[in-house]
């Protein structure tokens, strides 16, 4: 908390505060707070992109949440741990699977927040998940 209140301090229109609160409040369910994040002046942010990409699917706008990535994609530069949650929740979970997948065999960093990660909740029954943690072996 204390970290979020000093990057809206030093610049409230920053990726670290505008990503972060946006997932907040998507956590407590407030997506209209969520989405007036958006609205702050743009910067060159694709893993911004790809929140507001998870914002419009988990509030039913799917069709535009799949526009936004596959030009996230296109471009080659994306959070691949919210744009793999954001696949499973425009029901393409198996796209998701394939970008965790990846991340493990590229040693990628996040992959130590694969089981804590509360947006990947949607994958804890998948065997594809399963056997991924299995791999990494976590407590």
């Known amino acids: 908390e204390r970290g979020l209140r000093e990057a809206q301090k030093e610049d409230p229109n920053s990726r670290t505060y505008v990503n972060a609160t946006a997932h ?61 949650a954001t696949w499973a929740a425009i029901g393409e979970k198996s796209r998701g699977l394939d970008m965790l997948e990846q991340m493990v065999r590229d040693h990628g960093a996040l992959v130590v927040d694969f089981k804590v990660f509360p947006l990947f909740d949607v994958f804890k029954n998948e065997p594809r998940y399963k056997a991924l943690m299995a791999k990494l072996k976590f407590p």
């Open 24 to 84: 907040l409040y998507m956590a407590v369910g407030n997506y209209k707070a969520a989405e007036a994040l958006f609205e702050r002046p743009r910067v060159n942010d694709p893993g911004r992109e790809v929140t507001r990409a998870y914002l419009y699917a988990v509030t039913g706008r799917k069709a535009r949440a799949r526009a936004l990535l596959d030009s996230i994609t296109t471009a080659g530069l994306f959070n691949a741990t919210t744009m793999a």
